[in-house]
Structure formats: structure tokens, C-alpha cells
């Protein structure tokens, strides 16, 4: 039998991906492959360790590869993607090691993110279908109190034991499924900007995600198609170098949440459930655009801001006090007053039409995305995932402010219509 392999794009920092039943055996060509001559550092934490990484070790030492060492964070309490920790893991990567994470989460942000503070090249085991992380460029981690995207290389190589992914608990892959589902709103917020002339549409990134991402998600039990559109998604923001194609409003609301703390009962909530909750409220906000012309909903706009007012509006919202410094620097940033702000409305409103058809071609309506969700086995209401009523909404207002990215968010907010258009849409999530 030979490796099992699937075709990555031409030109990505992603050169080799074995993927299939059994796929793990093949771990140790993978890293003679893409390593020559690299002795190989393991990362894993309790779980993953035992899933794979005991197998890995052995498989590797059987093929007589060197292994220069293994660091295994603890399985349980689950493992927060704190910057700290790739600091402390990069300390114990020796020089020319290759160091390979086996799991698809944290663990792959952190060792992604270890490996380049020691300018080496990583090869990623993933062991759930849970995030679209595993191929993407940048890790997703906590940075000074503030969640970002730290820039970092894709894994050179990935090796996907199928039958690895299957024993994954069933809710790793409902969130996976989740995170998948979130390309649709994400590729409206995209036309979104696109329409109002803040970030152009990249056609080859665009028909990578949203040339298929309906047949991705056409069966939930699919898992291979799932991953494939979860990896495919990597890519594209691998060709991007942003996660633009694959993120929208809904990852900002999980990031503000997440800077929250947001737990419930006690344990952390993964990154597809959070993101699943998001895309539905995105998704309404969305729909309150289709609903209205921009004529309608010109007597409803409230007046901008100026900028003493809207740095006193950012406090409030920031008050909490659990987001870093950056937020405010960012939302400032952004903020249209006066002339700038009259004309940005103008232009909105003569773009209309053209940006309600195209939000309308990408989106899918409230409830068909609800039932889907639900099918598949994940939470669709904030309480679900432990929210107050309030720390949701709250959150929906505070996510505009974290990001350069412009989304519906902006949009609402540009119009003085974010206000009005939470209360009419968002209630049916929570009542
Ligand atoms: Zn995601």
C-alpha cells in the first residue's frame, strides 16, 4: 500500500497532505518527506497524546526516525491558547527539530505558533474535525488579554488518520460542522465590504470557499466532506494571508466572548459552538438588510457620533476591562464622523439594491441555517452555550469594535441602524 494523499493548491506554505484510513503509518515518510533528516518533537496534550501520539511514537521509533523529545500538556483542565505557552514550547524545541502537533485545536495553534518564534516548519496530525485551523496560516491565540490572529506559516505537512477522526467525540465534529456552516454568513460579510468598497473580492480565494462550500455541507454525517471543506478553507487563507475567506461577524462575537471567559458549567465552550450561535445572529442582522429599502430605513438612521462621543460610547462597552488595549485603538480607528460619515451613508445607499442581491445569492435564511445546525447536533440559542441575554447582546455591539474587518457590523453602525435592527431581529434567539 502506498500513502494516501490528497492534492493541496499549488504555491502554499502546505506541501503534503496524507490523508485516509490508516493514514497515521505513514507518519514516519511524511516527515522523511517533507523533513529529510529532521528528528521529530512531539506535542500532544493527555487526550490527543492517547489517541495518537503513544501510536505516532512508536511508529516513528519503529521506522528508526530520531525523536528529539515530546512535551504533553495536561489533558483536562482543556488548554486556553495563551501566547505564554508557545514562549514556554518554543524553549524546548532544539534547533533543527521538526516539531509535529498531534491534535487540530490548541494544540496546533500553539505548536504553529512555537515553531515559528523558533523559525522551523511543522508537520500537524489532526485528530478531530472540530476547526478549520489545521491548515490555515496564523494561530488563533490569546495575546496580552486580547484574541488574535498571530501570524505564523501553515503546517509544510499534514498526516489525517481517518480512522483516528472517527473516534473523535461527536461533538467535536458538530463544531467542526459549525465552523464550516459559517463560511455562508462569512461570505456575505465579504460582499458586504466588497459593495461598500473596503475590501475587494478576490475571485481564486472566493470560489475556493463559496464554489463549494454548499456541497460541503450538503450531508452533516459526511465527515470527509466536512474535512475537505475545513481544510479547503485552511487553504484559502493560506493564499489570502488573512482569514478574511473563512471569518466574519460571527468569530468576532466568539472572540469577545471568549475574552469573557465564557464557560458553561464550568468548562470552556469550543470554537464551533460559539461561532455556530454567532452565524445565526449575523445571519439576522443580515436579513433585516433584505427586508428594508435603504429609502424605509432612512428616517431611522440616529446621527454619527463625534469622536469624543464615540470614544465615551467605546468605554462603556469596553468597561469590563478584559480586552487589552487593542479594541479601542481599532474602533477609533475606523470611526467615521461628519462629511466622512455622510458620504460613506450616500454611497450605501446607491449600492443598495446590488449589495442586497448579493448578501441574498450568499446567505442562507435564519431558519433553514437554524434546523441545520440543530440537525448536526449543535447549539443555536446564546443560553445554549452559556449566555445571559445580556453578555450576548452586549457582545454582538462590543465584536464591531475588535477588528479592522469590515463586516454587517459596520455597516449597521455606519447607518445608526445596529441599535434598532439587534432589537427587531435578534429577540427570537433568546424570547
Ligand atoms: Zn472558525
Redesign the pocket.
Known sequence: MSMPVIPVPAGLDTELFSLGNGALNYLPEVLAKSFPGSPAFLVADGNTWRVAGEKAEKLLLAAGAVIAGKYIFPGTPRLHPDYEYCEMLAEKLPAGCVPVAIGSGVINDLTKCAASLKNLRYCCVPTACS???FTAAGAALVVNGTKKTVKCPAPKALCADVDILATAPPEMFASGFA?LL?KVPAGADWVIADAVGEEPIRRDVWELIQGNIRKWISDKDDMLAVFDGLAATGYSMQMYQESRP??GAE?LFSHVWEMEGLTRDGEDVS?GFK?GVGLLASTLLMEYILEHSFEELQPLMKPGLNEAGRSAEIDELLKKGCYGSAPKITAMGKHLSGEALAKRRELIGRIWPEMQKGIRERLMPYHEAKALLKSAGCPTEPAEIGLSTEQFLHGIKTAQLIRHRYTILDLLYELGLLDIAMTEKLAVMYR
Do not use: F, L, Q, R
Request: no cysteine.
Open positions: 476547526v478549520d485551523g465552523d459559517t473563512a471569518s468569530h470554537h461561532v
